[in-house]
C-alpha cells in the first residue's frame, strides 16, 4: 500500500524548535560553515538521529519557492490605496501578478484572491508575505495553494 504524502505551510512560530534546528543544521552544512553532521548537530544542540529523522522532511518556504505559483487570500480593509499598496509590495519583490480577485467589501472588509508567480528574481517570497501581512489596514493573509 502506498502511502500518501501530504504537504502543510506553517508560520515559523508554529513549527516545533527540533525542526528549526534541523534547518539550522542544513544550513550551516550546505554553507560549509560546519564541515560533518557531528559538528552541525552539536552546534545546534539536537541529536544526529534527529537530523536525520526530519532533514528531508523540512526546508525553508523561499528555498522552493521559485518558479512556483503562490495562491493566497488577504481579508483587508476597504482603504482607497490598500490595494495598490499591496500589489506594489509584489512589484518591488519582483514577483508577477497572474490573477486578482477582490470581493465586494461587506462592513467594510474585502476578501482578496492572488495567484503569483514567484520568478527567479524574486527577491524572498518570504519575506513578501510579511510584508503584505504586516501592511496596515491587513487583517491576515493565508496561503491557498502553492503549485
Known amino acids: 500500500m502506498t502511502e500518501k504524502t501530504n504537504y502543510y505551510v506553517l508560520k515559523e512560530k508554529a513549527v516545533p524548535d527540533v525542526l528549526l534546528r534541523v534547518v539550522e ?3 550551516l552544512l550546505e554553507s560549509g560553515r560546519a564541515a560533518s553532521v557531528q559538528e552541525a548537530t552539536e552546534r545546534v544542540d539536537i541529536s544526529r538521529s534527529s ?3 526530519y532533514k528531508e522532511d ?3 518556504f523561499h528555498d522552493n519557492a521559485k518558479g512556483r505559483t503562490i495562491t493566497m487570500v488577504i481579508q483587508l480593509d476597504d ?3 490598500l ?3 499591496i500589489l506594489k509590495t509584489i512589484a518591488e519583490m519582483h514577483a508577477n501578478i497572474l490573477t486578482i480577485h477582490q470581493s465586494i467589501p461587506v462592513n467594510g472588509i474585502a476578501s482578496l484572491t492572488l495567484s503569483v508567480d ?3 528574481e524574486t527577491t524572498d517570497a518570504n519575506r513578501m508575505m510579511e510584508r503584505i501581512e ?3 489596514g491587513v487583517h491576515y493573509l493565508k496561503i491557498l495553494a502553492r503549485e
Open 51 to 53: 537530523f536525520y529523522k
Open 118 to 120: 514567484i520568478l527567479p
Open 79 to 81: 482603504e482607497p490605496g
Open 58 to 60: 523540512i526546508f525553508p
Open 25 to 27: 543544521a542544513k544550513r
Open 83 to 85: 490595494l495598490s499598496a
Open 134 to 136: 504586516k501592511q496596515d
